[in-house]
Nanobody
Framework: QVQLVESGGALVQAGGSLRLSCAAS????????MGWYRQAPGKERELVAA???????YYEDSVKGRFTISRDNAKNTLYLQIDVLKTEDTAMYYC?????????????????WGQGTLLTVSS
């Protein structure tokens, strides 16, 4: 069973950049589809970016062009680069290993997930 630990969350100003990391252990990281979900206050948890071992990549519309998901299989680590931060990016960000070839847009069909890392963007 895979264990996931996120890091990199912080308080940053709008317009800045940040990279979130997700360290995986306990399983073969390279065979999973992986995703980043976020949950803003008062909102449901949603998928913002995902990738699979086949090279398919997904981005939620509001983050296209600003978020970049990447994987380092040698380090068993998933990353989320966030550029041009906006206040609406404020949320808890969760890394997840998805059960199927593609991650679900909703918080479901997950094999494992981390505890989350908090990103707060100030204006």
């Amino acid at each position: 069973q895979v264990q996931l630990v996120e890091s990199g969350g912080a308080l940053v100003q709008a317009g800045g950049s940040l990279r979130l990391s997700c360290a995986a252990s306990g399983s073969d990281f390279s065979i999973n589809s992986m995703g980043w979900y976020r949950q803003a206050p008062g909102k449901e948890r949603e998928l913002v970016a995902a990738s699979n071992n086949g090279g398919d990549v997904y981005y939620e519309d509001s983050v296209k062009g600003r978020f970049t998901i990447s994987r380092d299989n040698a380090k068993n680590t998933l990353y989320l680069q966030i550029d041009v931060l906006k206040t609406e990016d404020t949320a808890m960000y969760y890394c997840a290993a998805c059960r199927f070839y593609s991650c679900s847009v909703r918080w479901t069909n997950l094999a494992a997930w981390g505890q989350g890392t908090l990103l707060t963007v100030s204006s």
